[in-house]
């Protein structure tokens, strides 16, 4: 089945979907993105996600070319074209194309880009990671200081991919001024008895959807919440650790700089904000 994907207003089989090379997005990563997940055909926070979409926008000055309701039917429209039961779905809209390549904005009446396609992920939910745990390691944090607003520029958390990769892990915990920010694609914690730790809110980090759902859920548990900076000393000292996104949902971290966290497997309190964040997104998916 060939993908069908939306393009400003049209749905198009994939290789039919075309934008300019004077796009913003292309030639200045003038552009920002979501990333949200679907478990059994059905949009896992879609309000949160919308939420953020709007607040990355009116950060960079910039105009939505649809409204939330109409960003709601794109996405369910795009599910059920493409039969996704399991998988994510991924927006991304930038400043437009201009007449030519500038680095000052375009004139405001410059049409954005909107760019929706589905990536099907069946298993998603029961991913074998989410079993065994998967190996971290840590590397400087070099991005810019505007990590909140969820911008389309990726390069540096592709090449800490790629270090991670080249040490036989599967990705990269960033550290700045001695302190974890948060992973390549993820928000990271760590768990020492009841109490779950991660780093606060602020410019240094990309608020989390999905972490804003685990401590939710995490506090209705009674379990205890620190939202602070904490070292890879200290994490390597934890009981568990483990990252939360829309493509992960709540991931145990077992190894970290080659060392085993705590016993070495999955955790307990990982797995329970796994099995509740999925139950209760699933009841409340849209
Ligand atoms: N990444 N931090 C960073 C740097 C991220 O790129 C992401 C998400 C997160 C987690 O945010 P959320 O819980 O809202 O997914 C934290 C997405 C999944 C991606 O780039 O594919």
Do not use: C
Request: charged share 25%.
């Amino acid at each position: 089945m060939t993908r069908t994907v939306y393009v400003n207003g049209s749905y198009l089989p994939e290789d039919q979907a075309t934008i300019s090379i004077f796009d913003r997005g292309f030639l200045f990563a003038d552009g920002v993105y979501e990333v949200t997940s679907v478990l059994d055909g059905k949009l896992i926070d879609f309000g949160g996600h919308a939420a953020r979409l709007d607040r990355s926008l009116s950060e960079l000055e910039m105009a939505s070319p649809v409204t939330t309701d109409e960003l709601l039917e794109i996405h369910r429209e795009l599910v059920r074209l493409n039969e996704i039961d399991e998988g994510l779905i991924y927006l991304q809209i930038t400043r437009g194309a201009a007449a030519d390549r500038d680095f000052a904005y375009p004139a405001p009446d410059t049409p954005p880009t909107i760019v929706l396609f589905t990536q099907a992920k069946p298993g998603l939910a029961d991913s074998p990671a989410s079993k065994t745990g998967i190996k971290v390691i840590s590397i400087e944090d070099q991005r810019w200081g505007r990590r909140d607003i969820k911008t389309v520029q990726l390069l540096y958390p592709s090449m800490g991919k790629m270090m991670a990769k080249a040490a036989g892990a599967d990705d990269a915990w960033m550290v700045e001024d001695g302190a974890v920010t948060e992973g390549t694609s993820n928000n990271a914690y760590i768990v020492k008895g009841n109490t779950i730790v991660t780093r606060q809110l602020g410019n240094e980090i990309l608020h989390g959807i999905t972490r804003a759902a685990v401590l939710r859920f995490a506090r209705e548990a009674q379990m205890k919440v620190e939202e602070r900076a904490f070292t890879m000393e200290e994490a390597k000292e934890a009981d568990e650790a483990f990252i939360t996104s829309a493509s992960t949902f709540v991931m145990p971290v077992v190894e970290l700089d080659g060392q085993p966290v705590g016993t070495g497997a999955p955790g307990p309190v990982t797995a329970r904000l796994r099995e509740i964040y999925l139950d209760e997104m699933r009841k409340a998916a849209v």
